[in-house]
């Protein structure tokens, strides 16, 4: 008898087995087509219209599409890369798949994969702004940015109220060091939508960075830009690292601290954070804090190349230089075109006696961001050490042409006879 019972369990679980998987009913396209903003739900709706073979291809394009932005929403990026790669597969034609495949490599930071499905879809749809825009994102992560200004003036070119490409134009134009321009797109993008979070927070950075690079402006108008952020948005925790960077500066220790802090305590693991903290620490002259923060910093992201160039202040002004200077190396590896880096390191040489290195990294520097005052004068203080005068005189007065108020450039030229 429980020979017999044991047969009949395997019989049935043999026609379970062989039944053909349910058919995808109307509520599951409603489903699915909801599933980006509720993926636990209308994921499993997605799979039945695709494991259903008797679907219309176009039905199961959609289903892997909808399933593909659930999983990226989720942050499940290597799943929406497979999904919309077999989309891909049933209609090859398809610009947006590709598009948002490339939006899936690029937060993998997979630069070049994105650029190319991109480069895809903006064949298929030339007059693809979203696709232009994630191309240009993929761009300004390879330090491409004379490419990354290309794209996203393209995405403004096909619709001249894109926000995000106004903000994207701008940030390339941070990372030349041609701060105004900076400024005025991102203040075309807040002016057309006045709640945009992260075009107030990237205005800061360019402000932030017009202050560190030019000595123009002042830290208050970066640090209005990072709170008109934070109160438009209070959940993106990069806000709050900036603006506790933007009161280091400006010596707020005492708000710059609880910054740090808040970003740590929401995000045990945020790279940002400790890096806040460590400036402030550095700020405060408490150096073994500081470097102990930017150690954090470093460990939780690798990549983190103004970690490295902070750590490297701090270890210059401990005149542990030649730690310094592998910081410094380890930050210009990070980010080849990193103008700052080069002339800390261009510094770090000074003191080390090596004019002619010091001048190799000053003119690295001075080649990605043109406006760079200071390694003018730092190049040219170095020539002068050199003996060559004519070479000196050059670069103080560029420094003059560039900011007629610079005091260091207008001192040299005085001395030289000028």
Not at 136 to 155: K, P, T
Not at 207 to 218: A, N, S, Y
Not at 266 to 294: M, Q, T, W
């Amino acid at each position: 008898m429980a020979a017999r019972g044991s047969g009949g369990l395997l019989l049935c679980l043999g026609l379970l087995l062989a039944m053909p998987a349910l058919a995808a009913t109307p509520a599951d396209r409603g489903e699915c087509a909801a599933s980006a903003d509720k993926p636990d739900v209308g994921g499993a709706a997605c799979s039945r219209i695709i494991d259903d073979a008797s679907e219309q291809v176009a039905e199961r394009v959609k289903a892997f599409k909808n399933r593909g932005r659930g999983s990226f929403n989720g942050k499940d990026y290597d799943r929406a890369i497979a999904d919309y790669g077999e989309a891909i597969k049933l209609s090859p034609k398809d610009a947006w798949a590709f598009a948002h495949r490339c939006e899936a490599y690029e937060s993998k930071e997979d630069h070049d994969a994105a650029i190319a499905d991109c480069t895809e879809a903006i064949k298929i749809d030339p007059k693809y702004g979203w696709a232009y825009n994630n191309r240009g994102v993929a761009y300004y992560g390879l330090h491409e940015y004379d490419a990354a200004l290309a794209d996203h003036a393209e995405a403004i070119r096909v619709d001249s109220r894109d926000v995000w490409a106004y903000t994207r134009h701008g940030m390339a134009w941070t990372e030349k060091g041609e701060f105004d321009q900076a400024v005025a797109d991102i203040t075309e993008a807040v002016t057309i939508d006045p709640k945009y979070a992260f075009g107030f927070g990237q205005r800061g950075q360019a402000l932030f960075k017009k202050r560190l690079i030019t000595k123009k402006g002042g830290w208050e108008s970066a640090i209005a830009d990072y709170s008109e952020a934070i109160k438009l948005d209070p959940n993106l925790l990069w806000l709050y690292s900036s603006r506790g960077v933007a009161y280091s500066n400006n010596r707020r220790y005492d708000l710059a601290v609880p910054d740090c802090s808040e970003v740590i305590k929401r995000e045990p693991k945020n790279s940002g954070g400790y890096n806040c903290l460590g400036v402030a620490y550095e700020g405060l002259k408490d150096y073994s804090r500081a470097i102990a923060g930017y150690d954090q910093s470093i460990s939780i992201n690798p990549k983190n190349s103004v970690a490295y160039w902070n750590r490297g202040n701090a270890y210059k002004a401990l005149r542990k230089i030649d730690d310094a200077i592998r910081d410094y190396d380890q930050a210009i590896a990070i980010n080849p075109k990193d103008f700052n880096s080069f002339n800390s390191r261009g510094k770090a040489y000074v003191a080390k006696g090596d004019s002619n290195q010091a001048i190799a990294d000053f003119t690295q520097a001075i080649q990605f961001g043109p406006s760079y005052v200071e390694a003018y004068n730092n190049r040219g203080l170095s020539n002068e050490v050199l003996g060559r005068h004519a070479e000196a005189i050059a670069d103080f007065r560029k420094a003059q042409s560039i900011d007629p108020a610079d005091r260091v450039s207008k001192q040299q030229l005085r001395v030289l006879g000028f």
